[in-house]
Structures are given as C-alpha cells and as structure tokens.
Nanobody, 117 residues
Framework: QVQLVESGGGLVQPGGSLRLSCAAS????????MGWYRQAPEKQRELVAS????????NYADSVKGRFSISRDNAKNTVFLQMNSLKPEDTAVYYC??????????WGQGTQVTVSS
C-alpha cells in the first residue's frame, strides 16, 4: 500500500503564493504518476497538475498554466505544487494522487487552500 501525506495549504490573499507538498510512503512502484487534484464546494474533483517519473509527461489544467508548477523529488518520494498568482477561484481542497499503471490509484487526505482578502 501507498500512503500520501499532504502539507502546505492555508489562507492566502489574492496574488499570493503557496507551496504544497505530498510525501509518499509504503510500496512505491515506478514508473508512476503523481499529481494534484482539487475540489471546490459543489464541484467535481478536477486535475490541477500531474507528473510522470522522469518528467516524461507533465500536464496542467488550462486554468493554472503559467501560474502553477509541479515538481518531484523522487529520492524522497515527494511531489510539490508551487502555486503563484493565486486567485479566489483557486479555493478548494487539494488532493495528492499516486497512480501506478492501472492497478494502483491512491489519494491523500486533502489540504484546504483558501484565497481570500
């Protein structure tokens, strides 16, 4: 099993920045895809950004391109999401995700990000 622990959420003013971290532990298989999703109240969970081992594939939601950046530290099984120029519409619970082929799909517990003045 894989366990994911997120950190770094909080309250920030519009235009501010936050950095989310997600540490994976347990049986980590490679190559894997780790990423971030978010879910705002009364909305479906959506992909924010994802990254495959070795940076072979990195994807971003159109709404965050140019503002958010995903990175990985494979030695520490950690994925980061640097969020800049935050907007109120970025307010959501952010979930870390780990996927290995089509057999393993694990979620973190979520961390709240609130963008408000």
């Amino acid at each position: 099993q894989v366990q994911l622990v997120e950190s770094g959420g909080g309250l920030v003013q519009p235009g501010g920045s936050l950095r989310l971290s997600c540490a994976a532990s347990g049986s980590i298989f490679r190559p894997n895809t780790m990423g971030w999703y978010r879910q705002a109240p009364e909305k479906q969970r959506e992909l924010v950004a994802s990254s495959t081992d070795g940076g072979a594939s990195t994807n971003y939601a159109d709404s965050v391109k140019g503002r958010f950046s995903i990175s990985r530290d494979n030695a520490k099984n950690t994925v980061f999401l640097q969020m800049n120029s935050l907007k109120p519409e970025d307010t959501a619970v952010y979930y870390c995700n780990y996927r290995f082929r089509g057999t393993i799909n694990t979620w973190g517990q979520g961390t709240q990000v609130t963008v408000s003045s």
